[in-house]
C-alpha cells in the first residue's frame, strides 16, 4: 500500500513517514530529501540560488516519475507540495493522502532550531510565530481540500505512534470529508 503525507512544516512528516514504511516494510522517500540529493544541495540553497519557482518545478518532476513506481511507497512531502494541482492531481494518484496537523507553537517548537535552512520562515527570524500562524491560515483551506484522513501529531510522544495510529485510521472508512 502506498501513503502520501502532506501538511506544513514541523507537523512530523518525515519522521512519521519513516516509522510508517518501517511497520509496512515500505519504501521511504522525502521530496526535499530526493530533491537535494539530485541537486546536491540544501532546499534553502536551491530556493536562493534559482528561486521558489525552480524549487517547485523539481517538485512536480519528481512526483512525475513517482507515479510511475512499482512497489510500495510512504512518501513525505514537502509543506507546499499541494499547493499546486498539478501536484495533487499526481499525489492522488499515488496514494491515500493523509494531512499531518499540529497548532502554531507545537510547530514552531519543532522547527525553531533550524530556522536559517527553511527559507520560508528564514526572513522572519523577528516573529517566526506571526508568519507560521499567516502561511497556515492561507494554506489550512488547501490541506484540508485535497486530504483523505487529517491527523493531529501534536499530543503523541514519539512518530511510532503516531505511525500506528494512522494505520488503524487507514483501515477505517472514515474520511475528512
Ligand atoms: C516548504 C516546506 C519545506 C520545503 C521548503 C518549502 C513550504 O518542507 O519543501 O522549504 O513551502 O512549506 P517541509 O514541510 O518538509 O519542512
Redesign the pocket.
Known amino acids: 500500500m502506498n501513503i502520501v503525507l502532506i ?4 507537523t512530523g ?2 519522521a512519521v513517514g519513516h516509522a510508517l514504511a518501517n511497520m509496512t516494510r515500505a519504501r521511504f522517500l ?3 530529501a530526493e530533491i537535494e540529493r539530485e541537486a546536491g544541495k540544501h ?2 540553497e536551491i ?1 536562493a540560488d534559482k528561486g521558489e519557482e525552480a ?1 517547485r518545478n523539481s ?1 512536480s518532476m519528481l512526483l512525475q516519475r513517482l507515479t510511475h513506481d512499482k512497489g510500495s511507497l510512504v512518501l ?6 499541494p ?1 499546486r494541482a498539478e501536484n495533487v492531481r499526481l499525489l492522488k494518484k499515488i496514494g491515500p493522502i493523509v494531512w499531518l496537523t499540529a497548532p502554531p507553537q507545537t510547530i514552531l517548537g519543532r ?1 525553531r532550531r533550524n530556522l536559517a535552512q ?3 520562515l528564514a526572513s522572519h527570524k523577528d516573529d517566526p510565530l506571526v508568519r507560521v500562524q499567516h ?1 497556515l491560515a492561507e494554506r489550512t483551506p488547501r490541506y484540508a481540500a485535497v486530504a483523505d484522513y487529517e491527523f493531529d501529531t501534536s499530543n503523541f510522544a514519539n512518530s511510532d505512534a503516531v505511525a500506528a495510529c494512522i494505520l488503524t485510521m487507514l483501515k477505517s472508512p472514515v474520511v475528512t470529508r
Open positions: 501538511g506544513f512544516m514541523g512528516k518525515s522525502d521530496t526535499d532546499v534553502a530556493f524549487f517538485e513525505s512531502t514537502g509543506g507546499g507540495t499547493l522547527v527553511r527559507p520560508l502561511l
